[in-house]
């Protein structure tokens, strides 16, 4: 299983930027989909899930209203619309496959199966 993500960049607050997560090797329609992030010095937090469907959807409360996930299961590909982008939000953006839709707390880093990060840096 290989989980391939791009799209970050550095981005002025306010900006937007695209994260796609490429799959393979996996029954992707059957996974939940999730995209986590790190901050330097924090502890890496869920930024949003989508069922395997894609009818589906959760955000943490920091992004709600700004990000948007989304997947295309034809091409086994997830991505996170990252609209009005706050100094905040940089971070290492990660993908991530599991068969819950909820993320535990005590499970962040327990996920199936993870893409390598791409970094999300916003300048202010």
């Known amino acids: 299983v290989q989980l391939q993500a791009s799209g970050g960049g550095l981005v002025q607050a306010g900006g937007s930027l695209r994260l796609t997560c490429a799959a393979s090797r996996l029954a992707f329609w059957s996974y939940a989909m999730k995209w986590f992030r790190q901050a330097p010095g924090k502890e890496r937090e869920v930024v949003a899930t989508i069922s395997g469907s894609g009818a589906n959807t959760l955000y943490t409360d920091s992004v709600k209203g700004r990000f948007t996930i989304s997947r295309d299961n034809a091409k086994n590909t997830v991505y996170l619309q990252m609209n009005n982008l706050k100094p905040e939000d940089t971070a290492v953006y990660y993908c991530?496959?599991?068969?819950?839709?909820?993320?535990?707390?005590?499970?962040?880093?327990?996920?199936?199966?993870w893409g390598q990060g791409t970094l999300v840096t916003v300048s202010s």
């Open positions: 991530a496959a599991d068969r819950r839709f909820v993320t535990p707390a005590d499970a962040i880093t327990d996920q199936a199966f």
